[in-house]
């Protein structure tokens, strides 16, 4: 047995020693804080497809006998969604608003939104307005509610359409 290898089996000892020092030390501090004392929190989250851009066309006869005899769909209808505009109101005054555009390389997908913010628990009223059509001008789903938040707290901004569009959980 060289000389050297009780040298390098103490090297490898004294190093792995470290790691684990740094690794347990951090796996428990500094000490995470999620949120300040008196705050809670409000999530964003959604993922919807909006409303279809336009509205279906037929083709003249023309148009159809211009087409390979496989392609004579008499309809043309558009395959790219509305993008999804949200707009959340705490107290009366504005706190966030956002567009989401749809996914998809033909912007045919559903659009997800994804917003979080610390805010101070107490009392608030939440107003949250959705458009998912751009046909239509202003919001067409609105949901409000008046919530009173603990500190720690999280309140959840969803949308689904099949259960009454805008929840607030």
């Known amino acids: 047995?060289?000389?050297?290898?009780?040298?390098?089996?103490?090297?490898?000892?004294?190093?792995?020693?470290?790691?684990?020092?740094?690794?347990?030390?951090f796996s428990a501090a500094p000490a995470y804080q999620h949120l300040g004392p008196d705050e809670a929190l409000l999530r964003l989250s959604f993922r919807h497809p909006g409303a279809?851009?336009?509205?279906?066309?037929?083709?003249s006869a023309e148009e159809l006998a211009k087409l390979p005899p496989h392609l004579r769909a008499e309809q043309v209808c558009p395959r790219e969604r509305s993008p999804v505009r949200v707009r959340v109101q705490l107290d009366g005054s504005l706190l966030y608003e956002d567009t989401f555009?749809?996914?998809?390389?033909?912007?045919?997908?559903?659009?997800?939104?994804?917003?979080r913010q610390p805010i101070p628990a107490g009392e608030h009223h939440l107003k949250v307005e959705v458009n998912?059509?751009?046909?239509?001008?202003?919001?067409?789903?609105?949901?409000?509610?008046?919530?009173?938040?603990?500190?720690?707290?999280?309140?959840?901004?969803?949308?689904?359409?099949d259960q009454g569009g805008v929840l607030i959980k």
Request: glycine content about 12%; some cysteine.
């Open 52 to 59: 279809i851009v336009s509205d279906c066309r037929q083709r």
């Open 101 to 115: 555009a749809p996914s998809g390389l033909r912007r045919d997908g559903a659009a997800s939104g994804y917003y």
């Open 132 to 161: 998912d059509d751009v046909r239509v001008d202003g919001f067409n789903h609105i949901g409000e509610r008046s919530i009173t938040l603990a500190p720690g707290q999280v309140v959840l901004i969803d949308f689904i359409a």
């Open 1 to 25: 047995m060289p000389a050297e290898t009780p040298l390098r089996y103490g090297g490898q000892a004294v190093l792995y020693a470290a790691f684990a020092v740094f690794v347990g030390y």
